[in-house]
Structure formats: structure tokens, C-alpha cells
């Protein structure tokens, strides 16, 4: 490894041959990055935890080139504010609502809850292992075998970086017409265009932008606020919801099924009504990849995943109740002119359009919120696997800001391509929910493929016990050679159990998440995600195919 100059990282093919080394002038990023200035400031516990996590870094076979700011709190709230469970329910209940109806969408968010803890519990134990920005792609090509590794990690790396991608656009679009409803309940005269919702969408990945750049060494301070509020927002909400609705019967609430898309069998309605809640519990892996900008990575990643689907589904599932309890006229609701039937319903709950634009505006301020911790994480994914030489132009986006230790370019980046996303928007906003499927669509075949190498690996009993007696000079967990537990391991057989529910779950979630609402749609209802991710799969399998597979060979090496 040369350091006059230039980082050399090293690569190596499936034969275990050295490929050709390629070099990332980063001396000025290396030179004034702070690290090192970090632990010189902190408390001793601080200090010796950063060693820590560079020694756990430099056996993964990278160096560290981030800042370490964020802790458990901070991280808790990042992931919450991603993941917006209780948010999305609010937003998308009648989704689950019309294939499922108020029965359905309580058991089906039940088990979907169940299988998100035991998929991201195991992410847990996979982060512990190898608390790396890359996450899914890096665990992909330690656990899979020899012969198949090298594509495989490419593959879950494009999937990975798609997914993002998309989330972090559908979430700016989604902050947009939260504006513009709010708008419409304050002046119904006002009839949102397009063209308005696309720049709205950029002005709100603009803000985003400014958080993760100008004012970035505060973010883990704002994530701390978005945690707060984002406990007192759903407060703020249920209490008088709850307090000046009129109630539905409890028998209405949880034994009415409801089949609005039309399916054979109810028991199909209500499996596809599954997806919207799947949406609404996407996002804890968030925290994976800002693994390199965490505190005791290997045991608060795993921590914050595991209780940001705790925290957010107990109340995504209280705030689900106190709706269905209080939903008056359905039907005026599916009819709202603000495009939300949410807003409809808290104005006929409480029976003020001001209250309902209090509301409604509490619900918009924790959604854009959560587009700067989405943004922050969509781009560390993508500097990760240009880092190891997954994406064109990887040598650019690999780049680390000098001062700020932001992976600058990665960021300007994912900026510009949901600012290319939100010009759908003016051709068609249906065309662009579609975008939101292929969050699904991305994330949950990256999640699955990763859990199921794991539990094909514990089920062989190849991986060894977790020891602190290893150098920094030892690499594991890098090769399926040298696979090692984490700090964090569920303990047998509960450990091999709930990963195989996950495994389970995700197999399901993702199969439907192809599907559309109803049973026979049209070309404006119909799910087109299954097009749009086969067109960036097949250019990534091109992109592999000419040029990729000469220069990626799995995670770079950047250790002797």
C-alpha cells in the first residue's frame, strides 16, 4: 500500500489471483482527513471505541476515510426517519385497505411486522460480521461460493444502489405532493400541476442536499431532533384523532374483510394488500450503510436496525387502529381533492380545516425530514460500491471531500438522478409510482440473497466463533475462507429459526411486490416495476459483460 501519493487497492479474482491494481489519488483526502483529529478530541472511551472500529475496518481489508460522529441515539433516529412507519401509514392505510379491508390490514401489518424483525435481525448478525457501507453486496461475496461470488456481489451491489435510488426519489416525490395537498386543504381552488410537483420535488432534494453537505458535521445532531420528533409528531396526531372522532364498532374494526381489487379469493387480496405495509417497513438497513461513520459500528448498527422496527412498528400499529376506529366517510376520503384520503379524514374527525392542515403539516415535516437521512444513505451506498469499482465512473465517485470527509460527488450524484426521476412526474405521476415498487422491488432481493447465503452457511456450520484475539493484520470475513461471527450472534437454534422465517417472508413480500392492485388493470394500473428493474439489471449485466468483470472482483483490498 503506497502512501506518497496515491492508495493503491488491491483486488483479487476468484482463482485467487491479484487483478491489475488500480490507484485512487486520494492524498489530499487522506492527508486532511479526520479521523486521526477525531480520537485526539474525544474521551478515552470514544478514542479507544474509533480504534476499535479502524482495527474491525482493517480486517474487512478498507481503510477509514469517514468521520466517526454518529452513535446509538443519533443512528436510532436516522433509521427511524427513513423507515417513517407510522407516517406511512397515515399516508397509505387504504392501499392495504382495499385489498384486506380494516381486519385485513391489522393482521397483515402483524405479520409483516414479524417477518421485517426476523429479516433485519439477521442483518443484524451480518452487520456484526462485516459492519461495512457496502452491506449486502460485501456479505453477498463472503458467504457465496467460489465459483459464483464475484457476479453474485456484483449483482446485489446494482440491486442495492437501484433501490436506494428509487427511495430516495419516492420520497421526495411523496414530500412534494404532501405540499401540494396541504395547499389544496387550505385553498380548494388551487389545482396542483405536474410541473409544480417536479420542482417541488427538487426544492425538497435541495434541502436534503444542504444537510448532507453544507451543514454536514451537524447531522447526527439533526438526526437526534428527527428522533424526537418523530415520537411527538405521532403523539401530536393520534391524541386528538382518537379524542374527537366518532368510533367505528370494534367488531368492524377487526373482523371485516374487504376484496376492492377484485381477486379470486380473499386470501389473495389480502396477501397483495401486504405490499403497502412492506413499504412502510423499508429502510432500517439505512443504518448498514453509514456503518463507516458509526461508533462501535459492529454493535450499534445491529442495535439500531433491530429497535427501529421495534419502536416503529408499535407505533405504526397504534396508529393504524386509532384510524380505522376513526375513519368516517370512506368514501369522501378515497374522493379528496389533496390526494391524500388521510387529510380528508383528520378533517372530518376533528372538524376543523385548521386542525387538519396541523395536522397533515406535522405528517409532511416528519417525511421531509426522513429525505436527509435517505439521501445521506442512498449515497454512501453508491460511494461504497464505486469504492470497489462496481459502477461506471467509479473512480470520481469514490472520491472523499478533503474537509468534510463527505463523499461529495456520490452525493451531487444520487441528487441528479432523482432530480432525473422527478421529470416522469410531468409525463405521468402513475408512471412514477412505479419508482416506489422498485424500492421494494431492489431492497428486498438484495436483503433476501444476502439472509439466505447466511443461512446456508449456518446451517453447514462454517462459521467460527467470534474471538477478539485477531490482528488488525488478519482479514476475515472477506472470503467464504475465513467466515467469523460478530460481536451480536442470536444463539442457536433461534439463530438458524428466525432466519429462516425471514427468509421466508422476504420470499413472499417480494414475489407480490411485482403486482398490481386489482385484477384486471390497465396500462395506468398496471405495475411496471418489473420492466423498469429489468431494464437497469440488463444494463448492469452489459455494463458487467464489456467492461465491469476486467475491473470488479469483489471488495477491494486497500489493507496489506
Not at 432525473?420 to 428486498?444: E, K, M, P, Q, R
Given at each position: ?222 438526526e437526534g431532533a428527527i428522533l424526537v420528533l418523530h ?314 459483460i464489456f467492461w465491469a468483470r476486467k475491473i470488479y ?8
Amino acid at each position: 500500500m503506497e502512501m506518497n501519493g496515491a492508495l493503491e487497492m488491491k483486488a483479487f479474482k476468484a482463482n485467487g489471483e491479484q487483478a491489475p491494481p488500480a490507484k485512487l489519488d486520494i492524498t489530499e483526502s487522506m492527508e486532511n482527513t479526520s479521523v486521526e483529529p477525531s480520537v485526539e478530541h474525544a474521551s478515552n472511551r470514544t478514542r479507544r471505541l474509533i480504534e476499535h472500529d479502524n482495527n474491525v475496518l482493517a480486517r474487512l481489508g478498507k481503510k477509514p476515510v469517514l468521520k466517526r460522529n454518529f452513535a446509538f441515539m443519533s443512528m436510532l433516529g436516522f433509521s427511524c426517519a427513513i423507515m417513517n412507519t407510522w407516517e406511512g401509514e397515515l399516508l397509505l392505510f387504504y392501499q392495504s385497505y382495499e385489498n384486506g379491508g380494516s381486519a385485513g390490514s391489522i393482521y397483515g401489518f402483524l405479520i409483516v411486522w414479524v417477518g421485517t424483525l426476523c429479516a433485519f435481525i439477521t442483518m443484524g448478525e451480518l452487520a456484526s460480521m462485516a459492519p461495512t457501507s457496502g452491506g449486502q453486496y460485501h456479505w453477498v461475496y463472503m458467504l457465496a461460493p467460489l465459483s459464483s461470488r464475484r457476479f453474485l456481489s456484483y449483482f446485489i451491489g446494482w440491486l442495492t444502489v437501484v433501490g436506494w435510488q428509487a427511495a430516495t426519489a419516492s420520497l421526495g416525490y411523496l414530500s412534494a405532493t404532501l405540499i401540494q395537498g396541504l395547499a389544496v386543504l387550505g385553498n380548494p381552488a388551487y389545482q396542483p400541476l405536474p410541473w409544480q410537483t417536479t420542482l417541488l420535488m427538487w426544492a425538497v432534494i435541495a434541502f436534503a442536499v444542504i444537510f448532507n453537505t453544507v451543514i454536514s458535521s451537524a447531522l447526527p445532531k439533526v438526526e437526534g431532533a428527527i428522533l424526537v420528533l418523530h415520537i411527538l409528531g405521532f403523539f401530536a396526531i393520534l391524541v386528538p384523532l382518537v379524542y374527537l372522532s366518532p368510533h367505528q364498532s370494534r367488531e368492524t374494526v377487526f373482523t371485516v374483510f374487504y376484496n376492492g381489487g377484485g381477486w379470486p379469493t380473499q386470501g389473495l387480496s389480502f396477501l397483495i394488500g401486504l405490499i403497502a405495509t412492506v413499504f412502510n417497513f423499508l429502510g432500517a438497513d439505512g443504518a448498514v450503510h453509514m456503518s463507516e461513520e458509526i461508533q462501535n459500528a459492529a454493535v450499534i448498527v445491529p442495535r439500531a436496525m433491530v429497535f427501529t422496527v421495534i419502536l416503529n412498528g408499535a407505533l405504526g400499529l397504534g396508529i393504524l387502529i386509532a384510524v380505522l376506529f376513526c375513519v368516517g366517510d370512506i368514501e369522501a376520503a378515497l374522493a379528496s381533492p389533496t390526494g391524500f384520503p388521510i387529510m380528508t379524514i383528520f378533517e372530518q374527525g376533528v372538524r376543523s380545516v385548521k386542525g387538519a392542515q396541523t395536522m397533515s403539516a406535522i405528517l409532511t415535516i416528519s417525511i421531509l425530514c426522513g429525505t436527509i437521512s435517505i439521501l445521506a444513505s442512498a449515497s454512501r451506498m453508491t460511494w461504497s460500491f464505486a469504492r470497489d469499482r462496481g459502477l461506471p465512473g467509479w473512480f470520481y465517485l469514490s472520491k472523499v471531500h478533503a474537509k468534510s470527509s463527505i463523499p461529495v460527488i456520490s452525493v451531487g450524484v444520487t441528487t441528479l438522478i432523482s432530480c432525473l426521476l422527478g421529470l416522469i412526474i410531468i409525463g405521468s405521476s402513475v408512471a412514477f409510482n412505479d419508482v416506489v415498487s422498485v424500492t421494494i422491488n431492489g431492497l428486498y432481493g438484495s436483503y433476501l440473497v444476502g439472509n439466505s447465503l447466511l443461512l446456508w452457511r449456518r446451517v453447514k456450520g462454517q462459521i467460527r466463533p467470534y474471538s477478539e484475539s485477531y490482528t488488525g493484520t488478519d482479514l476475515i470475513n472477506v472470503s467464504y475462507q475465513k467466515l467469523t461471527w460478530g460481536q451480536l450472534r442470536v444463539p442457536e437454534p433461534f439463530g438458524t429459526i428466525i432466519n429462516g422465517v425471514g427468509c421466508a417472508y422476504l420470499v413472499v413480500a417480494l414475489f407480490f411486490s411485482f403486482w398490481p392492485s386489482v385484477i384486471n388493470p390497465t396500462v395506468q394500473t398496471v405495475n411496471w416495476s418489473s420492466l423498469i428493474v429489468s431494464v437497469a439489471l440488463i444494463w448492469s449485466i452489459v455494463y458487467y459483460i464489456f467492461w465491469a468483470r476486467k475491473i470488479y472482483f469483489g471488495p477491494v483490498i486497500q489493507t496489506n
